[in-house]
């Protein structure tokens, strides 16, 4: 069992930064692919970033060049580092742990409760 939790959510201006943080308890997490999607009011769940246990990443185009995920294996942590934000990045932020299929896919086994961005122009 993995329990995530996400940080760092807050209201910024557009083109401000933020860092979020998936910090795990239970299992390293380390051994798992870990995800970041996001919600906004009224669209499906988007993906956003993912890394594999082998440290290979990937991101959604709308988010390519100005968020970077990265992970700490020794605070069993996973980052999300948001530069230049837009108000359209404005969402519930969350994290994932363990995907059944493929990365950009939101069938994972464990999820945080969310962390809320905001992004005012």
């Known amino acids: 069992q993995v329990q995530l939790v996400e940080s760092g959510g807050g209201l910024v201006q557009a083109g401000d930064s933020l860092r979020l943080s998936c910090a795990a308890s239970g299992r390293t997490l380390s051994r798992y692919t870990i995800g970041w999607f996001r919600q906004a009011p009224g669209k499906p769940r988007e993906f956003v970033a993912a890394?594999?246990?082998?440290?290979?990443?990937l991101s959604a185009d709308s988010v390519k060049g100005r968020f970077t995920i990265s992970r700490d294996s020794v605070k069993n942590t996973v980052y999300l580092q948001m530069n230049s934000l837009k108000p359209e990045d404005t969402a519930v932020y969350s994290c994932?742990?363990?995907?059944?299929?493929?990365?950009?896919?939101?069938?994972?086994?464990?999820w945080g409760q969310g962390t809320q961005v905001t992004v005012s122009s």
């Open positions: 994932a742990a363990d995907p059944r299929g493929s990365p950009k896919n939101a069938g994972y086994n464990y």
């Open positions: 890394i594999s246990y082998g440290g290979v990443t």
